[in-house]
């Protein structure tokens, strides 16, 4: 293969890469997910691989602690559904979720916010804040 071939080939390569970026971001998003109902059950299934079960984050790969945010239910909300301000952010947005969802979700975090700091074991704990 010559440079001029590699040049021609150049935008094929580009659409795949598109193609595949599309079928991942739409896989991981597809709320196909009828057995579960409770808010602790749709943060486990969307939020826990990065933020854990008890929403204090994975300190090592930089992911904040969700449950140290200042962010009212509306808020929590809108970051789930349209994303964060940061427009580095490395948290993925879920568009597809239903509002009842993003709401249960909302409500359970703010829910282990307050389990996490009436625990009197956990004064003093350094949380990784955004
Ligand atoms: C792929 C990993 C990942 C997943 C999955 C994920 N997050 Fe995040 N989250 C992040 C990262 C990284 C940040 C910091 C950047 C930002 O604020 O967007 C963050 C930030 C946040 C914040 C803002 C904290 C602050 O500073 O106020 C909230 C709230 C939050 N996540 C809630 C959630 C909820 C709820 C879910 C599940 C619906 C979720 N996250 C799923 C990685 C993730």
């Known amino acids: 293969m010559n440079a ?3 040049t021609q080939k150049l935008p094929l390569f580009i659409l795949i890469a598109l193609i ?33 079960k008890e929403g204090s984050g994975t300190f090592l790969k930089g992911i904040p602690a969700n449950i140290a ?17 940061d427009k580095h952010s490395q948290m993925p947005i879920f568009p597809n ?9 909302a409500n359970y975090l703010l829910h282990l916010k307050n389990k996490y700091f009436n625990n009197p074991d956990n004064k003093g704990k350094v949380l990784l804040k955004r």
């Open 97 to 105: 979720m239903p509002d009842d969802e993003a709401k249960k979700i």
């Open 20 to 52: 595949s970026f599309c079928l991942n971001a739409c896989t991981k998003d597809k709320h196909n997910h009828q057995n579960l109902s409770t808010g602790e059950e749709y943060y486990n299934e969307h939020c826990t691989a990065c933020h854990n």
């Open 69 to 85: 945010t200042n962010k009212n239910k509306t808020e929590i909300i809108l970051h789930i559904k349209r994303g964060s301000q």
């Open 4 to 6: 001029f071939n590699l």
